[in-house]
């Protein structure tokens, strides 16, 4: 049968939208259950934000997010299941701030490489840490807390819950750029450090502030600032780093949402879509909030530079303050 160019296109134009539904569902992301990979066992801050973030998009994108806690060897554990998982978009993880501190603890030592082998896909959320004295110290600014530490080097000790951990990190990071030296006491864990905290066997220690929040109100704690540049909508009252003079100090635990290298954009794009739409929904909003998390929602290109610029900073903080891992 002859048919005119005009009826050529037309036929050609139906063919097309006959194929589309076809096309789409064989392309749709995803298609099946995901596995998201927690590198830390059940009920921690990381937990808890990958189990929301998990619920909301098991709803938004249609198919089951599943959390799988694999604690471990300072988070290295999970995090390489990560790394050796398929790209295909049916591993995932959440990370933390370890993940970005790790290569400089452990270097070489690190079955992968962080720089190399992940796609970054969206920053969720980011939570100040607070650092926090016993009531009875006779500090109330962090101003008499450096000059009494100038005026005794190594001699107040300062409780973190384990080398190269988060709050390890915000303690040194303080100290280097104040400029004084402390005693470093580490504990196996936030739980004890929190405890000799209270009763005074250390006498400054950084904590997340939803851990300490509740101890600070009762009036357990005294939080002398937050780190970075904006207060805490927990602990309203309590100063910035950046306030008290210290904008370097910025220390802060981040939740990530990360895969294998090699993940195509048809997976990493509807994911931190997703994400971002999801961390700034009102109802995660305000959960995360109740956690004293700040929602972020980045792109994947942002959460990229993030890890970029955070690597090396660590490093350079490791190595002049001499850290080695547990």
Do not use: C, K
């Not at 992301?29 to 990958?50: E, F, L, M, Q």
């Not at 959320?125 to 005794?152: E, K």
């Not at 195509?264 to 956690?291: I, K, Y």
């Amino acid at each position: 049968m002859n048919t005119t160019p005009t009826q050529r296109r037309s036929l050609l134009a139906a063919g097309l939208l006959l194929a589309a539904p076809r096309l789409a569902r064989a392309q749709a992301y995803p298609t099946h259950s995901v596995r998201v990979i927690v590198p830390y066992p059940p009920g921690g801050a990381t937990d808890i934000t990958a189990r929301l973030l998990a619920q909301e998009l098991s709803t938004t994108l249609g198919q089951s997010f599943v959390v799988e806690n694999r604690g471990g060897a300072a988070s290295i554990t999970g995090t390489q299941a990560i790394a050796t998982a398929a790209p295909d978009g049916y591993t995932l993880g959440v990370v933390d701030t370890a993940f970005v501190v790790n290569p400089a603890l452990f270097g070489s030592r690190l079955p992968y490489d962080t720089r190399r082998d992940f796609t970054p896909i969206s920053l969720l959320v980011r939570a100040p840490l607070a650092l926090v004295v016993p009531p009875q110290a006779p500090w109330q600014t962090i101003a008499q807390l450096v000059a009494d530490a100038r005026a005794r080097p190594g001699d107040i000790p300062f409780g973190s819950a384990g080398n190269g951990t988060a709050v390890h990190m915000a303690g040194e990071q303080f100290r280097q750029a104040a400029d004084f030296a402390y005693l470093h006491v580490p504990y196996r864990g936030g739980g004890p450090m929190i405890t000799d905290l209270l009763a005074g066997r250390v006498q400054m220690a950084f904590g997340t502030v939803p851990a300490i929040a509740e101890h600070v109100r009762a009036g357990r704690l005294r939080a002398l600032a937050i780190t970075g540049a904006a207060r805490s909508s927990l602990l309203p009252d309590v100063p910035s780093m950046a306030e008290a003079g210290f904008p370097q100090v910025d220390a802060a635990l981040i939740n990530a949402l990360i895969g294998p290298a090699g993940l195509p954009a048809t997976v990493v794009d509807p994911l931190a879509q997703a994400s971002r739409a999801v961390v700034g929904g009102q109802a995660m909003r305000s959960r995360l909030a109740e956690l004293g998390f700040d929602p972020v929602g980045s792109s994947p290109q942002e959460l990229g530079q993030g890890f970029a610029a955070d690597i090396p900073r660590w490093e350079q903080i490791v190595r002049q303050g001499g850290i080695t891992p547990d």
